[in-house]
Nanobody, 122 residues
Framework: QVQLVESGGGLVQTGGSLRLSCAAS????????MGWYRQTPGNQRELVTT???????NYADSVKGRFTVSRDNAKNTVYLQMNSLEPEDTAVYYC????????????????WGQGTQVTVSS
């Protein structure tokens, strides 16, 4: 299958910045959409942003103007630059990707990363 490994979370003060990375590995044929979701205790996982292979992006209203998603298709990696962080951004951030991988033939996949904690102190 396809594995996603995230990095870059941590503790930051209000107004600070963090950059998350997520690298996909495995017998990847192509990745269509990559994205970031976040989840806080007791709540459902929510969409933060997505980016297609051609660079079309989509953002949750709560992060527009503060977060920027980008990807390196050659490295199968997606990034999330988070600026002007607020305590409300505190959550576990999960990377997501979907596309096709090789296993004798092409098969679809949807994979999630293990999550990385982002904590914004007030």
């Amino acid at each position: 299958q396809v594995q996603l490994v995230e990095s870059g979370g941590g503790l930051v003060q209000t107004g600070g910045s963090l950059r998350l990375s997520c690298a996909a590995s495995g017998s990847i044929f192509s990745i269509n959409v990559m994205g970031w979701y976040r989840q806080t205790p007791g709540n459902q996982r929510e969409l933060v942003t997505t980016i297609t292979s051609s660079g079309i992006t989509n953002y949750a209203d709560s992060v527009k103007g503060r977060f920027t998603v980008s990807r390196d298709n050659a490295k199968n990696t997606v990034y999330l630059q988070m600026n002007s962080l607020e305590p409300e951004d505190t959550a576990v951030y999960y990377c997501n990707a979907n596309g096709y991988y090789r296993r004798g033939r092409l098969l679809e996949f949807t994979s999630w990363g293990q999550g990385t904690q982002v904590t914004v102190s007030s």
